[in-house]
Structures are given as structure tokens and as C-alpha cells.
């Protein structure tokens, strides 16, 4: 992963350098297309995102197939 949106990840936390090197080895980028379903229905929680640009909508779908927002997650400044 790359070292500034490593950098933006550990922002304010009091982490050593070999520890916040430890965590990034860690890391994976994933990139996905706008309208992607990173979870659907029934699906395990696998990961944790961060959104280094864009945003992602948590939301569901009601009994009368409207899609209520639920959460947005947007990118950290």
C-alpha cells in the first residue's frame, strides 16, 4: 500500500515506525468501479475499508424495494 494512504490511516496515532511498518505489510489496496456491492445480503464481514477518495453508502433494501442510506463513509482529509 502506498505510504500516503498509509500515512492518512495512522494519522494521530502514537505508533512506532516498526509497528506502523508491521501493520501497512498488512494492508491491501482494492480498488473497485463506482455502483460495485462490496457486501451483499447475508455476507460475511471480511474487511475493514478505508477510503483514501470517493465515498461508499451503506444501505438496505425495505420490503417496498427502496434503498435507505444507512451510513456514507468518505475520504479522510
Same mark, same amino acid.
Given at each position: 500500500m502506498g505510504e500516503n494512504v498509509a500515512c492518512k490511516i495512522?494519522?494521530? $496515532?502514537p505508533l512506532s515506525s516498526p509497528k506502523k511498518d508491521r501493520i501497512r505489510t498488512?494492508?491491501?489496496k482494492v480498488e473497485v468501479k463506482?455502483?460495485?456491492l462490496? $457486501?451483499?445480503t447475508g455476507g460475511l464481514i471480511l474487511y475493514q475499508y478505508f477510503v483514501p477518495s470517493g465515498c461508499l453508502r451503506s444501505f438496505f433494501v425495505d420490503p417496498h424495494g427502496k434503498e435507505p442510506t444507512v451510513q456514507f463513509a468518505v475520504r479522510d482529509l
Open positions: 495512522f494519522k494521530g $496515532l498488512a494492508l491491501t463506482k455502483s460495485t462490496i $457486501l451483499e
